[in-house]
């Protein structure tokens, strides 16, 4: 099958308006149309009133199902353990290796409760408590995710969270027992095949069937990462999520079809999904750009990756490897391959990632599955102020402060100063009352 040679935007660093152009190609604005707002609003509001009900009316009409009742969209857990025991050896070897491995890692994440003591006897600390019940998204609609479920549910178990409810899209097909079966792996405790913003509304207010949590986590469409934002505050969320993104700075000597592959293994995501390579050898752009003409029409997904590439994807040509890591900190990628000789020379000036793939052989896509850390990530720029998800998502901090007599005599004339200089009389008397007479 022949296809045309596709055009991908081209970038110098040494032009001088080279930010500009890079900030309109990224295309990162987290204002939404007023029809999305208001549809979310709406569908929001309706599951907060009337529950189950809206929940089965936006499941019939969004994910084309028939459902009748809530029973009907809830995997049990006979049947998530049906379909885990169901997989052939081959699936199901694959999807335990890789909960292992995610396991290990974030095993390693847990943060344990600490304090020390003052001469005076006085003992400070902070204790670390897992939530209680927490909501992971698992997307669905175009596909199914068992890796999802898999990264998204495991830190959340590891953390020792008690109540782990889970809800994806209907699943469709043979491959949807996939995503059921992982849902075993990950000890989700509630699953249902729900979607979209219904399914946030859903675990973030609470229906007849579904109990409220105190956290959502997961990526999703622009329904889903609308909704997040809306019921912010009413629960917590993990973080704001758009289209998956992967950057590469390469030093010209990988391969050019790997990297082509790892361009493409973004770019098949969907047509929004945005893939930048960043070098600073020329001859090396055009090639990896020739093995993009040659690899394109042997792929299953040509024709979201070819529209991907063509909008989003971006190549950029840059002095030298430092400047490189400076470009990429402007975009602050959800994925970053650093594809060169010594990447540990490189890490220290990266400051802005979701997750740092180091050396040739670091494919984004071994992250996505079965590397270990969880593959949700920040993306649109979030990577400067947001992390990747972990076991810390998923537990919280209180404070321990306790004050022996003496600590506590020593502390109040000093909290009783600074209360009389916010004019807060009944704060500094507090700590009076308990000064020695």
Known sequence: MSIPAIKINQLNSSDSDFELQLGKLLQRDMIVADEVSNAVSDILREVRDRGDA??????????????????????????????????????????????????RYHQKQKQN????????????????????????????????????????????????????VATVPTAYGEEG??????????????????????????????TESIAKVDKIAGPGNIYVTVAKKLVFGEVGIDM??????????????????????????????????????????AAFLKSVKSSIDRLLPTMDRREIITESLTSRGIFIEVENMLQATSVSNFIAPEHLEISVEQPDKLLESIHNAGAIFMGR???EALGDYCAGPSHVLPTSGTAKFFSALGVYDFQKRSSIINCSESGA?????????????????????????????
């Open 54 to 103: 809206a929940v089965i009316e936006y499941t019939n009409r969004f994910d084309k199902f028939n459902a009748s009742s809530m029973q009907e969209l809830i995997v049990t857990q006979d049947q998530m353990q049906d379909s885990l025991a169901n997989l052939s050896t081959t699936q199901r070897d694959s999807l335990s290796h890789a909960a292992e491995r995610i396991r």
């Open 113 to 164: 409760s600490w304090n020390y003591t003052e001469e005076d006897g006085s003992v400070y600390g902070q204790k670390i408590s897992p939530l209680q019940r927490v909501g992971i998204y698992v997307p669905g609609g175009k596909a199914n995710y068992p890796s999802s479920m898999l990264m998204l549910a495991i830190p959340a178990q590891v953390a020792g969270v008690a109540e782990i």
């Open 177 to 206: 027992k996939l995503v059921f079966a992982a849902a075993a792996l990950g000890g989700v405790t509630q699953l249902y095949t729900i979607g979209g913003a219904q399914a946030i509304a859903a675990m973030a207010f609470g």
């Open 240 to 281: 704001i999520a758009g289209p998956s993104e992967l950057t590469i700075i390469c030093d010209g000597k990988t391969d050019p079809d790997w990297i082509a592959m790892d361009l493409f293994s973004q770019a098949e995501h969907d047509e929004q999904a945005q893939s930048i390579l960043i070098s600073d050898d």
């Open 361 to 363: 052989y670091s494919a």
């Open 409 to 437: 005599n020593e502390l109040a004339s000093t909290a009783a100063d600074i209360a009389r200089n916010e004019h807060l009389q009944a704060h500094a008397l507090s700590a009076e009352y308990r000064l020695k007479k």
